[in-house]
């Protein structure tokens, strides 16, 4: 018998028209978009389903997209999928955790809110930066970030896939160095800011207030945490490593290969887009990755799990 994963993707993934039709043939999905708008302010149908300036900006996406996921977990949970353990990139770390029944979805939601707006605001527009490096060997390049100050490791995605973060000035100094030293190629980042770096400390720091404010429930199951790449059966630790994912790498590939090594086969990446899948292909090609992104998806996976 399998052993089921949801993961969930971060920050980047979203786009406009993402769970609309959720929304249109699901009351779970559609009470959950309608509920968030009410708690946050906003019209989340305009923000997630229309074409519009302020899904890319961070303070906008981070509850746009957990909302979305979150929505369509409450349709595949009815579907009668349900995870073993559950895991998020990022910000879908929130999800991850709302979904293994640590916090409540709005709660979630109103806290990426809140994370979404000081990650903005904590380092001015313009002066930090990411960089997808392709191709170079990790422990290279952590030789190479040895010591530095603006410059940071922000993600291990996969195999040849490492994100590098920190100031903008730094970043763009550090590519050439980086092809020098066998890179096959870099990838400046379209962000607002800095993400993952310690630059972002202060963001962390303030939003563990409302972490205190905020009720945490024991986990039905448990999720592996970005930091560290650690499973959690113990919700009393959550807070702490939220605070901290802020400002720490995310150790996704690390993530992963831990799942892995306790027998999960089947890993289904809930929301919109397919990266998880492309970085579990570079990962481990032995385990199965669904996508469930639009309503079909629902029914196909099903059955697929089903057999």
């Given at each position: 018998?399998?052993?089921?994963?949801f993961?969930y993707?971060?920050?980047?993934?979203?786009k406009?028209?993402?769970?609309?039709d959720?929304?249109e043939?699901?009351?779970?999905?559609?009470?959950l978009y309608?509920?968030a708008g009410?708690?946050?302010?906003?019209?989340m149908r305009?923000?997630?389903?229309?074409?519009?300036?302020?899904?890319?900006?961070t303070e906008?996406?981070?509850?746009?997209?957990?909302?979305?996921?979150?929505?369509?977990?409450?349709?595949?949970?009815?579907?009668?999928?349900?995870?073993?353990?559950t895991?998020?990139?990022?910000?879908?770390e929130?999800?991850?955790?709302?979904?293994?029944?640590?916090i409540?979805?709005?709660?979630?939601?109103?806290?990426?809110?809140?994370?979404?707006?000081?990650?903005?605001?904590?380092?001015?527009?313009?002066e930090?930066a990411?960089?997808?490096?392709?191709?170079l060997?990790?422990?290279?390049?952590?030789?190479m970030?040895?010591?530095?100050?603006?410059?940071?490791?922000?993600?291990y995605?996969?195999p040849?896939q490492?994100?590098?973060?920190?100031r903008?000035?730094?970043?763009?100094k550090?590519e050439?160095?980086?092809?020098e030293?066998?890179?096959?190629?870099?990838v400046?980042?379209?962000?607002?800011?800095?993400f993952?770096?310690?630059?972002?400390?202060?963001?962390?720091?303030?939003?563990e207030?409302?972490?205190?404010?905020t009720?945490?429930?024991?986990?039905?199951?448990?999720?592996?945490?970005?930091?560290?790449?650690?499973?959690?059966?113990?919700?009393?630790?959550?807070?702490?490593?939220?605070?901290?994912?802020v400002?720490?790498?995310?150790?996704?590939?690390q993530?992963?290969?831990?799942?892995?090594?306790e027998?999960?086969d089947t890993?289904?990446e809930?929301?919109?887009?397919r990266?998880?899948?492309?970085?579990?292909k570079?990962?481990?090609r032995?385990v199965?990755?669904?996508?469930?992104?639009?309503?079909e998806d629902?029914e196909?996976?099903?059955?697929?799990?089903?057999?």
């Amino acid at each position: 018998m399998s052993r089921i994963a949801f993961i969930y993707p971060g920050q980047g993934a979203q786009k406009a028209g993402m769970g609309a039709d959720f929304y249109e043939k699901a009351v779970a999905a559609r009470k959950l978009y309608d509920a968030a708008g009410k708690a946050l302010e906003l019209n989340m149908r305009e923000l997630c389903f229309e074409e519009n300036d302020r899904l890319d900006l961070t303070e906008y996406t981070q509850a746009a997209l957990v909302t979305t996921c979150l929505a369509i977990t409450r349709v595949v949970k009815d579907a009668g999928i349900m995870p073993e353990i559950t895991a998020g990139l990022s910000l879908g770390e929130y999800a991850a955790i709302a979904a293994a029944g640590g916090i409540r979805e709005l709660d979630a939601i109103r806290l990426v809110r809140r994370r979404g707006i000081l990650m903005q605001n904590t380092v001015p527009a313009g002066e930090g930066a990411m960089c997808a490096v392709i191709g170079l060997d990790t422990e290279k390049l952590e030789k190479m970030l040895d010591g530095m100050q603006d410059v940071t490791i922000a993600n291990y995605n996969c195999p040849g896939q490492i994100v590098i973060t920190g100031r903008r000035a730094a970043v763009e100094k550090l590519e050439d160095r980086l092809k020098e030293a066998g890179a096959k190629r870099t990838v400046m980042l379209n962000v607002s800011g800095p993400f993952h770096s310690p630059l972002l400390s202060e963001a962390g720091e303030k939003l563990e207030d409302e972490l205190a404010e905020t009720e945490f429930s024991p986990l039905t199951i448990p999720y592996i945490t970005n930091v560290g790449a650690e499973k959690i059966e113990d919700i009393s630790r959550t807070r702490e490593l939220l605070k901290r994912q802020v400002s720490a790498p995310v150790c996704w590939m690390q993530s992963m290969e831990l799942m892995i090594s306790e027998g999960v086969d089947t890993f289904v990446e809930i929301g919109p887009g397919r990266t998880l899948a492309g970085f579990m292909k570079k990962i481990d090609r032995n385990v199965k990755v669904h996508n469930i992104s639009s309503w079909e998806d629902v029914e196909k996976v099903c059955s697929y799990i089903a057999k």
